[in-house]
């Protein structure tokens, strides 16, 4: 068995150590800076552009929320659609974008289509592995039961229905 001086030496090893650590982590980069890199150079530019999340009005009336920036064009979602526009048309008024300038928006439905078409099955492996999760992969409890309920109640009422038939007809089958 250790003695207590024993015992308070390993303590304040322990402690020295995780003392040290400390230090070092706050002394040394977590991240790797990228080569060629200035020690004393903070990057500006944001990891998000901060136009995405934002929704886009164009003469007053919502347009749709602004879902990928795709080269120079926003992308927008409405109404379960796509739309892309050009980003110069946009302006910053508040906590949403603004269109300004006439848009041609057959165009822009075309173009958020197509981008739509090319992007949807596409993501990024490190994140989803390559493929979207579908419709068909997700299991909701709450759903499956109540589908389960409803179709149990459909079949009651079908089944107090014929019972009501049967009762008219008179027990053989006949008309009473």
């Not at 136009?51 to 886009?56: G, H, Y």
Request: glycine share 10%; no cysteine.
């Amino acid at each position: 068995m250790a003695t207590a001086q024993e015992q308070l030496l390993a303590a304040a090893a322990v402690f020295g150590i995780i003392v040290l650590l400390m230090v070092y982590n706050q002394v040394r980069p977590v991240r790797p800076r990228a080569p060629g890199a200035d020690a004393g150079t903070v990057e500006t530019r944001p990891a998000v552009d901060p136009r995405l999340a934002r929704f886009v009005t164009h003469e007053g009336q919502v347009v749709g929320e602004v879902v990928a920036v795709d080269r120079d064009r926003l992308v927008l979602k409405h109404a379960g659609g796509f739309r892309a526009v050009p980003a110069s048309l946009a302006r910053e008024s508040g906590a949403e974008l603004r269109l300004e300038g006439d848009v041609d928006w057959r165009e822009a439905d075309a173009a958020g289509e197509a981008w739509h078409a090319a992007n949807r099955s596409q993501a990024p492996a490190e994140v989803t592995g390559g493929t979207l999760t579908t419709s068909a992969d997700v299991r909701n409890p709450a759903l499956e039961s109540m589908r389960r309920d409803t179709a149990k109640a459909g079949a009651s009422s079908r089944a107090q229905g014929a019972d009501a038939a049967a009762g008219e007809a008179g027990g053989d089958g006949t008309k009473a």
